[in-house]
Every structure is written in structure tokens, then in C-alpha cells.
């Protein structure tokens, strides 16, 4: 203060405060005062000594950064900026977290409270839930591209061996990390995605007493509860990030040391030029760089804001049922492909593959022989990463509910009209509008425009799920599908969806004491060939309905309805 002061007195007020503005700025940047940081912007040449070099050589957060790269390698190809927007991804999921911590509980007595809280009382918690979310798919993305890009260009190859084993972990503390917090909502897409999860890990190709102590550190006891939820609540914000934040340092340190690998055509076959940058060809970090890396910075934070905004919202099922099943458990897309191996092998040969595959990536560096990274000579080794690729999507297809699983189509119209758990159009019509009596599904329900319309639904539902066999138009026609057993089956579509041939199906509202509905679903389905046989007789899927339920106000605010 007092040498601010002096300065004051031989300077004046407003001198003073630009020279003192200047230090602080230079302490913080480790060498560039607000003039530099003017001329860097501007696009101006530095002065001499060049004081945007020092912040390499003294800054913390830019000494693992090169003060200066290849041009060839700050165009969008070869790198597309993966690697940048992988970083800025951990980031951002780090910020956002952490004021998501702020509300949260990892106790399943109020976790699943905890999510509502933070969607409808916490400012801008909705908001930043989603973007928590959508940073989490869009860095598991990312990272995914960044590993086949370095795939692709071969920049995997000698001496960079060790620097692509790095990034793998990385991608699977990334996988470990988005999956983590699938849990910590309590919902049932948490429990039982988890649920299928753990199942996988207790049947690894293990002995039996290694299996068990394995699922009891995952599971934290008999059954997934509170111990459980703490684990992973633990993992997913304190031991998954230290492991990601140590590797992601290693990382970097490897790519520093040898270079950004320039595009295959510039370099010989077996010759590493990338970090040989003649004078002419190099691009300076400050401000060539830095200016890109902001901009692409700035891009994708619009895109998650809007995303976020106007495009999608994180998903929040009903409070977490170990006794109930949802009908369709579904892996996350980026584990979907293991959910589709597992439809059509031993549980044990996949989950003990899975690892081996990892390890077979890892080691395939140090292994191949040949040392041209130019495309033209690595034709056999691209042509088996496409076929691989080709095989994952479909492996993803194979993990979705259209793929192997048996439902009954009256179940499947059911669970859509009243499912087991939460809200629907059907379960949000106001207790008022349902009065006792029997309603066929479309049907116009005269003062009630809100049950009208979930009956519509109702329709609309049996449609996906029926087909016709005396040419109904509104029904789609069915394809008869025979079983090995000599049975027929009635589907539909390109994928032999089993559907309910010439339907009947009505519900029926009873009052089984005041201000409680009993909502029952009726079908009748005859056998077309055998007319005095029922494919489908049931109704035996029930819901009750109170007068005070809040089904209308989750329906509308989870927008489910």
C-alpha cells in the first residue's frame, strides 16, 4: 500500500492505477502486462524479449503446454480439436458438479427428493442438471472420437505407444465416470441399470469367492441400498476423477514430449517430424493458439447452454422399486453394444472379453510392425477398424428393446397407458373427469377433454401393438410368423413385432370405496384360425387412482405427458 501510495503522489490517481493494473496482470500471467496481452489479440508482433514465451517456462497451467506448434497441425485436420474439447469437457463437468453436490445427498431416504429439489427449487438447477448430463454424453463422445482419430492417422505408432495406452484408460474412466453417476438420481433407470451392471460383474470368469467380495465393494452388501449408493456416489466424485485427473496429466506430458503428430502425407515412412518445427513453420500458443482454442471453447458452451435450454432434458424416472421391474431396462448408448453382446452369449465369456479387448488396444501399439502412418499403406489395418466400427453399431443396435425381447404386445400397451410406476396422460386426468363405466380406446368422453384425449393415446397404443387380419385400415396388416414348436404368431413391421390380430380392448373405471378409482385394462383377442379360442383374455392389469394424487403435476413438470 505504501509503495501504491508514492506512486500516487508522483504519478497521479489514474497513471497509478494502469502501472499497478499492469503488475498484477504480468504476476498472474507470468510475464505479459495488459499492452501485451492488447498486441497478442490484435495479432501484432511481440516485442523483444518475447514476453509470450514466458508463461510456458513459469505459469502453472500453461508449463505443460508447447510455447509453439507445427502449423500443419492447428488446422482443424488432423487433430479436430478432440483433444482440446476432451479437456475443456472434464472441466466443465468438474464445475457443474460440484454445484450439483451442493444439493445432493448420497442417501437413497433423500436422493431421489434431493433431484426434485434441485429441479424445481434451486435456481437454475434444471438448467444445470442438463448440462451435467449433456456434458457427460457429449465428453464420452468426444474422447470416443479423439481415440479413432489418432486411430485413424496412425498417430498411435512409435514413439507414441505409451501415449495412446494413456488415452484408453482414459476412455474408460470416462465410460467409468458418465455411467457412475447414472446411479445417484435414485430413479428406476438407476437402480436397475446398475442392477444389470452388477450382475455382469458377479459373473466374471473369476473364481466364485473372488466374484463375491468384488460385487460386495460394488454393491456395499446383500443388496444394492444405501451402502451401495455411497460407493458410487464416492467413485463417481472423488476416485474416478483423481485416477482421470493423474492419467490426463500423464497424458499431456507424453504429448508435449513427442509432438503433435503432423498429417501422414508430411512425413517419410518410419520418420517423426513433429518435433522438428522449422522456424518458418511454427504457430505460436500466444495468441494463435489460444485465440483458436477459446473460439471453439466459446462454441461448444453455446451449444450445451442451448442444448440444454431448448433441446433436452435430462431424464428422471420414478423413485427407484427394487421390487418392481421396468419392462425395458436399457444400457447408456455408449454401453448399449454390451447389453446387445450379452442378448447372445454367456454372460461370463462377455464380461470376461470385454477386459481382453481393452488389453488387446493397449498392447496393439507395441506390436504392429509397420511404420508408415500414410493411409495408402495401411489399408488392411483401416479396412478392420471400419469392419469394427460397423460391428459396435450394430452390436448398439442389438442392445436396444427391439432386439430379443419378449413381451407380450397387451403388456406393452399397458405399461404405455398405466405403467407400474410414475405419471402418464391416462394417470394425470383429473379424478373429476373419470366417471365409473367402460371406455373403449379414441372414444370422445363428453365434459371430459382431458381423459378424452388419454384415450386417444390409449388408441394410438393399441395401433403400434395390433394388426388386422379381416382388413381393418386403421390396423396394419399382419404377418404370420410360425414357431419351431408349430404355434403362429401374429407381428408386425420389419422386425416381426408380435401384435394382437382384429383386438378388443376397453378400460373400465370403478370407484371401490370414496374418492379411490380402480382402473382396469380389458383385452379379448381371438384366434383367427381357431374362432372359438382366445389369444388373449386378461384383466388382470389393474392401477388405482386417488383423489388426492398428484399424478397431473408430475406428469406435466417431468414432461411425460
Keep these: 500500500m505504501t ?19 499492469d503488475e498484477i496482470v504480468e504476476r498472474i500471467t507470468a510475464g505479459m502486462n495488459v499492452n501485451d496481452i492488447r498486441s497478442a489479440l490484435k495479432g501484432d508482433d511481440p516485442r523483444r524479449p518475447n514476453p509470450r514465451l ?12 508447447p510455447s509453439f506448434y507445427h502449423t500443419e497441425v492447428t488446422n482443424i485436420y488432423p487433430t479436430f480439436r478432440m483433444g482440446w474439447l476432451s479437456t475443456f469437457m472434464f472441466v466443465w463437468e468438474t464445475i457443474t458438479g460440484i454445484i450439483l453436490m451442493v444439493f445432493y445427498t448420497p442417501s437413497p431416504l433423500i436422493a431421489y427428493s434431493n433431484m426434485w429439489n434441485i429441479i424445481s427449487n434451486v435456481p437454475m438447477g434444471q438448467l444445470f442438471r442438463n448440462m ?36 484408453l484408460l482414459l476412455l474408460v474412466l470416462t465410460l467409468l465416470l458418465s455411467f457412475s453417476g447414472y446411479l445417484l438420481p435414485w430413479d428406476q433407470l438407476a437402480y436397475w441399470a446398475l442392477t444389470v451392471f452388477l450382475s455382469g460383474a458377479e459373473a466374471a470368469p473369476a ?3 473372488v466374484n463375491k467380495n468384488i460385487l460386495l465393494i460394488l454393491q456395499g452388501g446383500p443388496a444394492l441400498g444405501a451402502a451401495g449408493l455411497l460407493r458410487w456416489y464416492l467413485f463417481h466424485v472423488l476416485l474416478l476423477p483423481l485416477l482421470l485427473g493423474i492419467f490426463f496429466f500423464v497424458h499431456y506430458y507424453k504429448v508435449v514430449l513427442h509432438g503433435l503428430s503432423l498429417p501422414p502425407g508430411r512425413e517419410e515412412i518410419g520418420d517423426d517430424t513433429a518435433k522438428r518445427v522449422p522456424r518458418n513453420e511454427r504457430s505460436y500458443f500466444i495468441p494463435d493458439l489460444l485465440t483458436s ?24 424416472e420414478s423413485h427407484a422399486d427394487p421390487v418392481v421391474t421396468p419392462l425395458h431396462v436399457v444400457a447408456p448408448w455408449y454401453l448399449s453394444w454390451s447389453q446387445g453382446w450379452l442378448k447372445l452369449a454367456d454372460k461370463m465369456l462377455v464380461v470376461g472379453f470385454i477386459p481382453l479387448l481393452m488389453v488387446a488396444f493397449i498392447v496393439m501399439p507395441y506390436f504392429e510392425v509397420g511404420k508408415s502412418r500414410r493411409y495408402a499403406d495401411r489399408r488392411v489395418g483401416l479396412s478392420v477398424s471400419m469392419l469394427f466400427i460397423a460391428f459396435m453399431l450394430v452390436s448398439n443396435w442389438m442392445g436396444t428393446p427391439e432386439f430379443r425381447v419378449a413381451s407380450s404386445p397387451d403388456r406393452e400397451v399397458s405399461i404405455e397407458v398405466l405403467p407400474e410406476e410414475g405419471a402418464s396422460p391416462m394417470m394425470a386426468v383429473p379424478y373429476d373427469q373419470m366417471r365409473p363405466g367402460a371406455y373403449l ?28 387380419v379381416s382388413g381393418d385400415p386403421d390396423l396394419q396388416q399382419c404377418n404370420i410368423k410360425e414357431l419351431q414348436s408349430g404355434q403362429q404368431v401374429y407381428t408386425v413391421g420389419v422386425n416381426d413385432k408380435e401384435a394382437m390380430p382384429d383386438p378388443y380392448a376397453e378400460m373400465r373405471v370403478q370407484e ?49 405427458c
Design 54 to 65: 514466458r508463461p510456458h517456462a513459469d505459469a502453472f497451467w500453461l508449463h505443460i503446454r
Design 207 to 209: 473364481p466364485p469367492v
Design 441 to 468: 380406446p379414441g372414444q370422445e368422453v363428453s365434459g371430459s377433454s382431458q381423459f378424452t384425449e388419454a384415450l386417444k393415446g390409449y388408441e394410438e397404443a393399441m395401433k403400434r401393438h395390433s394388426c388386422t
Design 132 to 167: 451435467h448430463r449433456l456434458g457427460a454424453e457429449v465428453m464420452v463422445l468426444v474422447v470416443a472420437l479423439h481415440m479413432l482419430r489418432t486411430f485413424v492417422t496412425g498417430s498411435y505408432k512409435k514413439p507414441r505407444q505409451f501415449t495412446w495406452a494413456t488415452g
Design 293 to 316: 482454442e477459446l473460439m471453439w471453447t466459446a462454441l461448444l458452451t453455446l451449444f450445451l447452454v442451448a442444448g440444454s435450454l431448448w433441446l433436452w432434458d435430462a431424464p428422471l
Design 512 to 560: 371401490v370405496q370414496e374418492g379411490l378409482l380402480e382402473l382396469r385394462l380389458y383385452y379379448e383377442v381371438v384366434d383367427p384360425q381357431n374362432p372359438g379360442e382366445y389369444l388373449i383374455l386378461s384383466d388382470e392389469w389393474v392401477k388405482f387412482k386417488h383423489r388426492d394424487s398428484n399424478y397431473e403435476e408430475e406428469c406435466s413438470f417431468a414432461n411425460k
Design 3 to 21: 509503495t501504491f501510495y508514492n506512486q500516487v503522489r508522483e504519478l497521479g490517481v489514474k497513471q497509478a492505477v494502469v502501472v499497478k493494473s
